[in-house]
């Protein structure tokens, strides 16, 4: 780490422990921007990355402040900690390799998403949190922009070295380790700006984040993120009928069951077919999710090591030393077995279920701002457009921030929306006066003791 990462990484620090709960998730989030997983510091021989250090920072900040004494577990938490300690155990049982790099994943996991869950507490403070970071996200979109034009690579300021990815026109990379990676990073974000716009007094705000997040998608040059924007206006598209999803989800089954019996290859090569139209590798995924399913045998139980899958293709990875394990579900199962990747579909069944529920009590209020419900079906979207992602690519580097960041957001937020019940009109006030209203509850009650004690 040069002078400048030092820099960048002692100021991130200091935001994330002494700023407020919002400028604490800012802190993080520009971290991720900015501190490319080149960025590391030796400590006792062993190099940490320099995320690891901002998320010793808000740890070390969440429990001085004591800032998890109003915490409650929901449903996604409890599938999110069985996720990762599930992965983690079975894959210590089974391996003598590794084991500190599983560890590592599992503490960034606990750490990222609990920190996000405690730090956004409600709805303005998301939508200050999409605010402000356009201030971070609006120089970054001009350093990919300069290295998909000029062919120069700007993070080697911060000594990131990085080759310039050229197939026809140049991708760009950024500060992440793939073109795919950076351009999931506009894929995402663009769904909860669009979510925004519909908040008449945010939408510039709204305008310049979907700009930022396509640009990057452009500069990224990547069939994946192409992809996962087409699919994410699918899924805005859906909103007209919003109202009969049950019958969207069954027909969509009816459709893909009716494929499988018709179609000479298997189901999944429809991914292959979708990336004749939107570029990348996308036979390549097919092929991953054939050879997984033809030796399920070996790997159903606890996983396999990597090195075992070497001649499952012709083709392989030469850094693992196995094949090019481009699938999040099946990287899951590759480390702990069927258990892992079951638990991971069963996350994002039950973030769609709380957003699903979420969007059910808004619609039927009377009381809540029309507003909220196109943010949160933003939030169901952008999970859509995760899982989608997860079919052509895992999140190795530092992605896995902004996809905690967002499944947190959407955790605590449904959540709130679910408990709430009839006050969800409480969701849309600003802080100051939530909190007077609350005053006023406190006071009328005490109001009303004193009367009954005197009658």
């Given amino acids: 780490m040069n002078a400048i990462g030092g820099s960048i990484l002692v100021s991130v620090m200091l935001v994330v422990i002494f700023g407020s709960d919002r400028w604490a998730v800012i802190g993080v989030m520009a971290g991720m921007l900015y501190l490319p997983l080149g960025q590391v510091i030796p400590v006792f021989g062993i190099n940490l990355f320099a995320m690891r250090f901002v998320e010793i920072a808000v740890f070390v900040r969440i429990v001085f402040r004591r800032e998890f004494l109003s915490f409650v577990w929901n449903g996604i938490d409890r599938v999110f900690f069985a996720l990762y300690t599930f992965t983690t155990l079975v894959f210590l049982a089974r391996s003598n390799e590794g084991q500190a790099n599983v560890i590592g994943i599992a503490v960034d996991a606990f750490i990222c998403y609990f920190s996000f869950r405690m730090l956004l507490e409600d709805v303005e403070d998301f939508k200050w949190f999409l605010k402000v970071f356009l201030l971070f996200l609006g120089p970054y979109t001009a350093l990919v922009l300069t290295e998909s034009l000029m062919g120069y690579h700007l993070f080697t300021f911060l000594g990131y070295v990085q080759d310039v990815w050229r197939e026809g026109?140049?991708?760009s990379v950024g500060s992440f380790d793939h073109p795919a990676l950076l351009g999931t990073?506009?894929?995402?974000?663009?769904q909860l700006y669009i979510g925004l716009w519909f908040s008449r007094k945010d939408r510039m705000f709204a305008l310049a984040g979907i700009v930022f997040c396509l640009a990057i998608?452009?500069?990224?040059?990547?069939?994946?993120?192409?992809?996962c924007v087409i699919y994410g206006l699918l899924g805005w598209m859906l909103w007209v009928c919003r109202k009969r999803m049950q019958w969207f989800r069954r027909s969509l089954v009816a459709a893909l069951c009716l494929l499988a019996l018709v179609m000479k290859a298997p189901i999944w090569f429809l991914i292959a077919k979708l990336g004749a139209i939107t570029g990348g590798?996308?036979?390549?995924?097919?092929?991953i999710i054939d050879v997984f399913v033809r030796h399920i045998d070996e790997w159903w139980l606890a996983g396999i090591p990597i090195g075992?899958?070497?001649y499952w293709l012709p083709t392989y990875n030469h850094v693992t030393g196995g094949v090019d394990l481009t699938n999040n579900y099946l990287c899951f199962?590759?480390?702990?077995?069927?258990?892992?990747?079951a638990l991971s579909i069963l996350l994002l069944v039950r973030g769609f279920s709380y957003v699903g529920n979420a969007l059910e009590i808004i619609r039927n209020s009377s009381e809540s701002d029309s507003s909220l419900e196109f943010l949160f079906w933003g939030f169901g979207v952008v999970l859509a457009v995760h899982a989608f992602n997860w079919l052509g690519i895992p999140y190795y580097d530092q992605t896995?921030?902004?996809w905690f960041m967002q499944l947190a957001v959407l955790a605590t937020l449904s959540d709130k929306v679910i408990r709430s019940g009839s006050n969800i009109v409480e969701l849309s006030l600003p802080k100051q006066e939530l909190k007077a209203m609350q005053r006023h509850r406190y006071r009328s009650t005490i109001t009303m003791s004193k009367f009954q004690t005197l009658a």
């Avoid at 998608?217 to 992809?227: E, K, L, Q």
């Avoid at 590798?281 to 092929?287: A, E, F, G, K, L």
């Fill in 333 to 341: 199962g590759a480390q702990a077995g069927l258990g892992a990747t």
């Fill in 169 to 171: 026109r140049i991708r």
């Fill in 281 to 287: 590798d996308s036979w390549h995924r097919s092929q």
């Fill in 400 to 402: 896995y921030v902004l």
């Fill in 217 to 227: 998608v452009w500069a990224s040059n990547s069939g994946g993120p192409i992809s």
């Fill in 308 to 310: 075992a899958t070497k």
């Fill in 185 to 190: 990073l506009g894929a995402s974000f663009v």
